[in-house]
């Protein structure tokens, strides 16, 4: 068997290095990405700091190994058997431990999101301060761990997972998963559902996004509505499932001959033409929607928190109670749309085309309306304060009962608007166009000096 040199600094990425003998004791050189570790001996090695994502040490020998800070996002390490090694503050996001025994193994304040422990041994493990937000527990065996300072939001586990006396996963965010399950319109993105059983599950309007489903048996389960954008269902049983309204987009992976188009799903890309489609209260948020044509559409409800829709035809749109905290809207048009009691805090309208929308009741909080074209909207009871309005055209804009406050309305056209009971404490009017004909009356809140640039006193 060869012994290879670790100190004389080779790049080891994708190399495989079956058959080959791996010191011990030493100090690995980086590069380790994707190597091929499968089945090696790699017993009490020092790999302190190493960069081994999406290596492949499955069934190794790391008993004892120093691992402290290894970057192994991704890595395969099935059935690889980590007795008392050292992970302290290790990178395991998105990592298979599967079947791993991992007998005294050091965890601390390690990142073990969305990682699959499914069946490891876990016997004396030590997880405090880690985070194991959506990793796989099913069947795993964690009684006698303290789980106190343990991230365990959105894991899931199964009935035959073992606990701790007294500790209930539930309460600590985790979800329990099986056949029949209802976990409809809960988040269950990145999360780690590898070869999990949802047969008949009601999984309506779930967040699926980024998680990875692969192996897993959905046979006959309601997807109704759900955000599988990114999510990995290859090789996973879909006999019978509900797809009608789910969103998908390139890089969700399905069974090789299996079109989700035809199960009633759409697909989600820029520039696609969705004219009339009814997404009530999906989940879109983060997707790139840029310069789609959603004319017409139903989205009331609907969580677009982050999405990109810049540029998109969003014309005569319903979006009543949407989620657009932090969109980018920017040259949007949104002509007649309805966007009545949504939030649009944080969000990107500039060069927007709002002409006659309804965003009565919303919440643009921190706004970006520069340049935007707000003619003859209804902005009435809609809380404003902080937005930007510079540079926009306000002609006939109805703001009553509205709170403009700290509201940057430099300069602009304000020429016929519905200014009645408008709180416009600390806002900037500096050369704002009011003529005689704005409507409002002595329940608008000025400061002195306000009151003064725009009702000049007649001495």
Known sequence: MNK????????????????????????????????????????GANLHKQNLAKANLSYAE???ADLREVNLSGANL???CLNLANLTLANLQRADLSWANMVGTELTKADLRGANLKKANLIGLILDGANLSGANLSEADLSGIDLTDVCIQKAIYTANTKFSPGFNPKTAGAYLVGSHTVLSGV??????LVGADLRFSELKGTNLRNSDLSGSNLDNANLTGANLIGADLSKTKLRGVTLQKAVYNHLTQFPEGFDPKSMGAYLITPKIQLMGVNLGNIDLSE???SEVNLRGANLVGANLRNVDLSGADLRQIQL?????SGADLSHADLTRANLSGADLSGADLRHCDLT???????????ADLRCADLTRACLSSARLDGADFRGGDLTKVDFRGSSLVGADLHSVNLKRANLVDVDLTGADLQNATLPTGSFWDEEMVFSSAQREKIMPSSS
């Open 4 to 43: 290879i040199d670790f100190d004389s600094g080779i790049r080891l990425n994708n190399q495989h290095l079956k058959g080959q003998e791996v010191p011990t004791n030493q100090s690995l050189q980086p590069d380790l990405r994707k190597a091929d570790f499968k089945g090696e001996n790699l017993r």
């Open 62 to 64: 790391l008993i004892e």
């Open 78 to 80: 099935n059935g690889a």
């Open 187 to 192: 988040d269950l993105s990145e999360v780690a």
């Open 287 to 289: 997707a790139d929607l």
């Open 320 to 324: 009543e109670g949407a989620n657009l």
């Open 356 to 366: 006659r929308s309804n965003l009565s009741n919303t919440d643009c909080q921190g």
